[in-house]
């Protein structure tokens, strides 16, 4: 393998998960007794650039299909995420009716709706078709299509550069980071910005976060090497903000490097420096992640265990894509967690990858009354320990696998808490 920004052979193997599923591969009870098909889940860091990538097996054809589960609207938080920005940055850019907005991995809807109220046009490109039909019925615009250069040229010629760019969380989900970089460049107006969320690599290592490591996520990114694969293709960042989301992200704000209007901030300094502080170019940190990832393992096993063995119910709400990680990488099924509760209308009645745990509709759990219920994702958990609470006519232990790791003092669900 080469890496997939500056094609050097010269990289490092740093964690091995080993084989799982597509996280978002739910299975139909139809085919429980099927074969399913599993890939390698190996992350290397490349010895020149710094990016840090999973080993090439799953096609992005295999994960971005008609089947996929992953619709954005169902976090309230995430919503709210979402109008906050369209807001700000209409504001921040002037954005207006003349104007025209394109977000890159539309999913359903959830950001452009923002924009279709204020009558500013727009178009969403978006690949799977389930969540591009829901995403339509809310008169927004789809191209059907991964995008590439040659998506964008084409865009850029039947239509025209677009004043503004939105790439929420998709970055690190694209193949050929290059093509699609050079893509934006195409389609991006000379005065124009584009803005990309990403979770933040430095936010992994330090919080040992590998469960948001999955075939899905072909890269795991830092500003240092994202000002490379921008600089190669004719970009440059002029703003960078930290952001809560996933766990500890980062927003950039790019143009091309021709536009002498934007002035640099002093923000991407910084964050420069605060990533070279911490040692994301050199190879020497990478180094001990295995061993950490590998204790948490045992951590959570033993938690599990205990809790079967006292004949307390487990369950665990959210069958998010870091929570089929884990399963998987620990070899999580039926036997420890029951079930696992989530709200998406596509994955209820399915099971989990791999382990095959039965994925049931959250009005469940006031019937069902579980002793302990694991919050997969985690980032998202204050959001959703409110939601439980109220559904529990008992008390009951709700907690994320950060507190088990942590090992923090478990609390009631329905009782108010934070979560770090």
Same mark, same amino acid.
């Given at each position: 393998?080469?890496?997939?920004?500056?094609?050097?052979?010269?990289?490092?193997?740093?964690?091995?998960?080993?084989?799982? %599923?597509?996280?978002?591969? !739910?299975?139909?009870?139809?085919?429980?007794?099927? &074969?399913?098909?599993?890939?390698?889940?190996?992350?290397?860091?490349?010895?020149?650039?710094?990016?840090?990538?999973?080993?090439?097996?799953?096609?992005? /054809?295999?994960?971005?299909?008609?089947?996929? #589960? !992953?619709?954005?609207?169902?976090?309230?938080?995430?919503?709210?995420?979402?109008?906050?920005?369209?807001?700000?940055?209409?504001?921040?850019?002037?954005?207006?009716?003349?104007?025209?907005?394109? /977000?890159?991995?539309?999913?359903?809807?959830?950001?452009? $709706?923002?924009?279709?109220? $204020?009558?500013? %046009?727009?178009?969403?490109?978006?690949?799977?078709?389930?969540?591009?039909?829901?995403?339509?019925?809310?008169?927004?615009?789809?191209?059907?299509?991964?995008?590439?250069?040659?998506?964008?040229?084409?865009?850029?010629?039947?239509?025209?550069?677009?004043?503004?760019?939105?790439?929420?969380?998709?970055?690190? @989900?694209?193949?050929?980071?290059?093509?699609?970089?050079?893509?934006?460049?195409?389609? =991006?107006?000379?005065?124009?910005?584009?803005?990309?969320?990403?979770? @933040?690599?430095?936010?992994?290592?330090?919080?040992?976060?590998?469960?948001?490591?999955?075939?899905?996520?072909?890269?795991?990114?830092? *500003?240092?090497?994202? &000002?490379?694969?921008?600089? =190669?293709?004719?970009?440059?960042?002029?703003?960078?903000? +930290?952001?809560?989301?996933?766990?500890?992200?980062?927003?950039?704000?790019?143009? @091309?490097?021709?536009?002498?209007?934007?002035?640099?901030?002093?923000?991407?300094?910084?964050? *420069?420096?605060?990533?070279? #502080?911490?040692?994301?170019?050199?190879?020497?940190? !990478?180094?001990?992640?295995?061993?950490?990832?590998?204790?948490?393992?045992?951590?959570?096993?033993?938690?599990?265990?205990?809790? +079967?063995?006292?004949? +307390?119910?487990?369950?665990?709400?959210?069958?998010? #894509?870091?929570? &089929?990680?884990?399963?998987?990488?620990?070899?999580?099924?039926?036997?420890?967690?029951?079930?696992?509760?989530?709200?998406?209308? &596509? +994955?209820?009645?399915?099971?989990?990858?791999?382990?095959?745990?039965?994925?049931?509709?959250?009005?469940?759990?006031?019937?069902?009354? %579980?002793?302990?219920?694991?919050?997969?994702?985690?980032?998202?958990?204050?959001?959703?320990?409110?939601?439980?609470?109220? =559904? =529990?006519?008992?008390?009951?232990?709700?907690?994320?696998?950060?507190?088990?790791?942590?090992?923090?003092?478990? !609390?009631? #669900?329905?009782?108010?808490?934070?979560?770090?």
């Amino acid at each position: 393998m080469k890496c997939r920004h500056c094609d050097s052979s010269n990289l490092t193997q740093f964690l091995d998960l080993g084989f799982s %599923p597509p996280s978002n591969s !739910y299975v139909q009870k139809s085919g429980l007794f099927n &074969m399913e098909e599993y890939f390698p889940l190996r992350v290397v860091v490349c010895n020149v650039c710094y990016l840090v990538q999973t080993e090439d097996y799953a096609k992005k /054809e295999n994960i971005f299909n008609e089947q996929y #589960a !992953y619709f954005s609207s169902v976090s309230t938080s995430w919503l709210k995420h979402a109008e906050v920005f369209s807001n700000d940055i209409v504001k921040r850019l002037k954005i207006n009716d003349k104007s025209f907005v394109v /977000e890159v991995a539309s999913n359903d809807g959830y950001l452009l $709706k923002n924009f279709v109220e $204020k009558k500013i %046009p727009c178009l969403g490109i978006e690949p799977t078709s389930s969540t591009a039909a829901i995403c339509e019925k809310k008169g927004i615009p789809v191209l059907k299509e991964f995008f590439s250069a040659e998506v964008a040229e084409k865009i850029a010629r039947e239509s025209k550069r677009a004043d503004l760019i939105v790439c929420n969380n998709v970055y690190a @989900h694209v193949p050929d980071i290059n093509d699609f970089t050079k893509g934006l460049q195409l389609l =991006l107006d000379l005065n124009g910005t584009v803005t990309i969320e990403f979770p @933040h690599v430095m936010e992994l290592l330090l919080k040992v976060q590998f469960d948001t490591i999955y075939h899905e996520h072909y890269s795991y990114l830092s *500003l240092y090497t994202v &000002m490379k694969i921008f600089s =190669l293709h004719g970009l440059k960042i002029y703003d960078v903000e +930290k952001i809560d989301t996933h766990g500890g992200s980062l927003r950039i704000y790019g143009t @091309h490097n021709d536009n002498q209007i934007i002035k640099i901030s002093g923000a991407v300094d910084r964050i *420069l420096n605060e990533e070279k #502080a911490h040692g994301l170019q050199e190879i020497e940190t !990478y180094g001990g992640f295995k061993k950490k990832v590998e204790s948490i393992k045992l951590n959570i096993l033993e938690f599990l265990i205990n809790n +079967k063995k006292s004949g +307390k119910k487990t369950v665990a709400y959210g069958a998010a #894509a870091k929570g &089929m990680t884990l399963l998987n990488y620990i070899g999580i099924g039926p036997d420890l967690i029951d079930c696992i509760y989530d709200q998406a209308p &596509m +994955k209820i009645g399915r099971y989990t990858p791999g382990g095959h745990i039965p994925i049931v509709s959250p009005s469940n759990l006031e019937n069902d009354q %579980p002793d302990v219920i694991i919050i997969f994702p985690w980032n998202i958990a204050n959001e959703l320990e409110l939601f439980i609470a109220k =559904l =529990l006519k008992k008390e009951a232990v709700c907690v994320t696998f950060k507190d088990v790791i942590n090992q923090k003092i478990l !609390y009631p #669900a329905n009782k108010k808490h934070s979560v770090n």
